[in-house]
């Protein structure tokens, strides 16, 4: 390609690229607002170190019950996801290998889907085939567990039930394992 042809393929990648730009920033604002409006119904993540109470026991979508007070002087991750999220669906994994790995240790999870419809996460978590407990957020749940704004969020709450770590946003396969620091 001779010189005058690569200088005018350059020009137009340039213009292309002022152009879009804007649009793609512009997308992107909405998108978080969109998210944002989605999440108006979130509380502030818990404080590290503050007292995190659970309810007395939880209905899972496998229909048993969970009975929270099981889980006393356990190490809890609350994991809050959707069926939907494409971050959840990276990072879930990853919780599944945590739990395998230390829950002889005393390791728990609730992961805690906040699918509009209680009947669409079933399905998916046929083709998963997570080992540990999934309850559906539902609004009577979500009074008792109020969702953090973001998705996923990961609560880990210690031993004496207080709050060890409270993160939003996708973890990395690295911060999922580093949980066990709080076995």
């Known amino acids: 390609m001779d010189q005058h042809r690569r200088r005018q393929l350059k020009g137009w990648a340039a213009a292309l690229a002022a152009v879009a730009a804007p649009a ?100 998916f978590l046929k083709t998963k085939h997570y080992t540990f407990p999934v309850a559906w957020l539902s609004p009577a749940l979500a009074k008792v567990l109020p969702k953090p704004a973001g998705l996923p969020v990961t609560i880990v709450i210690g031993r004496d039930g207080r709050v060890k770590m409270a993160d939003s946003g996708e973890l990395f396969a690295e911060d999922i394992a580093g949980i066990a620091q709080f076995l």
């Not at 009975?67 to 609350?78: R, S, Y």
């Not at 994994?93 to 509009?116: C, F, M, N, Q, T």
């Open 24 to 123: 793609w920033a512009q997308t992107v604002a909405e998108q978080a607002g969109a998210l944002e409006k989605k999440d108006k119904k979130a509380v502030p993540l818990p404080k590290v170190g503050s007292l995190f109470p659970l309810p007395p026991a939880v209905e899972l979508i496998d229909g048993k019950t969970l009975h929270t007070h099981d889980w006393a002087g356990k190490v809890i991750v609350l994991e809050y996801w959707a069926t939907w999220c494409p971050f959840c669906a990276r990072q879930m994994p990853h919780v599944e290998a945590l739990y395998k790995k230390e829950h002889s240790r005393g390791l728990e999870v609730l992961a805690l889907s906040i699918d509009k419809k209680a009947t669409d996460i079933a399905p």
